[in-house]
């Protein structure tokens, strides 16, 4: 069993930035990809980056690509979301997950409830 806990979001202006934490407890992120998600009001929730757990390697939405970076601390069994050029558009509920899956939500077997970025214009 693995528990998730998102923290850093906020309130930021256009152009801003935040980092967002997903802390695991129960298990490590050992054998496990972890991915953002998003969810805004009103639409579906979609997928915004992962980071493989054996290579590292790391997926981005189109969306985000070149403004958000994934990274994690193994030491510290966190995961991170560094998201600069903030616009409004980013604004939702993101929430991490972990899983074997990359993209797709249907891979994610563990889920943490979501942390709040708001952007204003």
């Known amino acids: 069993q693995v528990q998730l806990v998102e923290s850093g979001g906020g309130l930021v202006q256009a152009g801003g930035s935040l980092r967002l934490s997903c802390a695991a407890s129960?298990?490590?992120?050992?054998?496990?990809?972890t991915g953002w998600f998003r969810q805004a009001p009103g639409k579906e929730r979609e997928f915004v980056a992962a980071?493989?757990?054996?290579?590292?390697?790391?997926y981005y939405a189109d969306s985000v690509k070149g403004r958000f970076t994934i990274s994690r601390d193994n030491a510290k069994n966190t995961v991170y979301l560094q998201m600069n050029s903030l616009k409004p558009e980013d604004t939702a509920v993101y929430h991490c997950?972990?899983?074997?899956?990359?993209?797709?939500?249907?891979?994610?077997?563990?889920w943490g409830q979501g942390t709040q970025v708001t952007v204003s214009s």
């Open positions: 129960g298990r490590t992120f050992s054998n496990y990809n």
């Open positions: 997950a972990v899983g074997v899956g990359l993209r797709v939500e249907s891979g994610y077997d563990y």
């Open positions: 980071i493989r757990w054996y290579s590292g390697s790391t």
